[in-house]
Structure formats: structure tokens, C-alpha cells
């Protein structure tokens, strides 16, 4: 019974001394918050098939993250470029000037595309008018903390839809001259 106890009393000090070292390595990449997604182009002049399947990647396309603090004042701006995959990955510090940022009050959004003609933001997934992050990261292993994003879409001018209020059906005004 007395080597139970002492067994037990061991690695209950065994176990305090490796949380203690597991911490110590957690606190440091805490100081950071990684966002991550991806940027397609979708051509709805395509058929059905190549519009849902035929996505393609854009290189260089610009997105930011602005955060708020808790007056609504912006705390943190700042932007990405997608690599050859279309993927971005941010880094953003977790205490901007000794304050800490809340991943809840930051919103991440489309900017500019370089694509020639594929480069009018939509809002499939929020990336033209911008994401929240998730209350929860997506991904928090020991060092890393992921918010990982939908996938946002630009598209060509042709598939762009017309403003509210414009008709572009009617451009001759009721004049029915041929």
C-alpha cells in the first residue's frame, strides 16, 4: 500500500513537471494569430460542369484583415498576397501596443485581383463585403493558432450582376427603333 502511494505521489510530480514544460513552450507562439484560405477564379461562361469543377487559382491576389478594438477604432490593418496555389497565410501579432487584439472583431476581405479578366470580387464565402473569424480557431497545436478561412472567388465582368436599380434589359429606353 505505501509503494501505491509513493508511486502515485511520483507521477503526480512527474506529470506537474512536464505541463510545466509544456507551457513553457505554448506561451510564445501564442503571441500570434495565423489566417489562412484560398482565392479562385470562377468563369460562369463555362458549362455546368467546367463552372462547379474548373476553378483555377490566382496568383498575387491581395486580401487584409482589419481588426477592431472595443470602441470600434481600427487596432491592426494589414494585407497578404496569395501564392501560386491561391493561398494566403497572415500573421498577425496577438498585442498590438500592450493591448490585447480579439480574434472575434477582425474582418478579413478580397482587395485587388491581378488577373486580367478574371477580377471582379464576389461574395461567395463573404470576401467582398469580408469574414468574421470563427469564435474558435480552427486549428490550435502547441505553437499554432489557425483561423482557417472559406475559399473567396473573383469572376470575369461578364458574370458580374448589374447594380440594384439598373436595367440593362431596357437600354433603349422605351424607343422601339430598330
Not at 502511494?5 to 505541463?19: H, K, R, Y
Not at 498575387?60 to 501564392?83: A, F, P, Q
Not at 478579413?108 to 486580367?116: A, D, E, K, N
Request: aromatic residues 8%.
Amino acid at each position: 500500500m505505501a509503494t501505491m502511494v509513493l508511486m502515485l505521489i511520483a507521477a503526480s510530480v512527474l506529470m506537474g513537471c512536464t505541463t510545466n514544460q509544456a507551457g513553457a513552450t505554448l506561451a510564445p507562439g501564442l503571441q500570434v494569430i495565423n489566417l489562412g484560405g484560398k482565392v479562385l477564379c470562377q468563369d460562369c461562361t463555362k458549362g455546368y460542369g467546367e463552372w462547379a469543377q474548373g476553378t483555377q487559382p490566382i496568383k498575387g491576389c491581395k486580401l487584409s484583415v482589419t481588426c477592431m478594438d472595443d470602441r470600434s477604432r481600427i487596432m491592426y490593418y494589414g494585407s497578404d498576397e496569395t501564392d501560386e496555389q491561391g493561398q494566403f497565410n497572415m500573421v498577425v501579432n496577438k498585442y498590438i501596443n500592450g493591448k490585447e487584439l480579439q480574434p472575434k472583431s477582425c474582418l478579413v476581405r478580397l482587395v485587388s485581383s491581378p488577373h486580367p479578366t478574371c477580377n471582379i470580387p464576389t461574395n461567395f464565402a463573404g470576401g467582398q463585403t469580408g469574414v468574421k473569424l470563427p469564435i474558435r480557431p480552427t486549428v490550435l497545436y502547441r505553437d499554432l493558432v489557425q483561423y482557417q478561412l472559406g475559399t473567396f472567388f473573383y469572376t470575369t465582368p461578364r458574370c458580374d450582376k448589374p447594380a440594384a436599380g439598373t436595367d440593362q434589359s431596357l437600354e433603349c429606353n422605351g424607343n422601339n427603333n430598330y
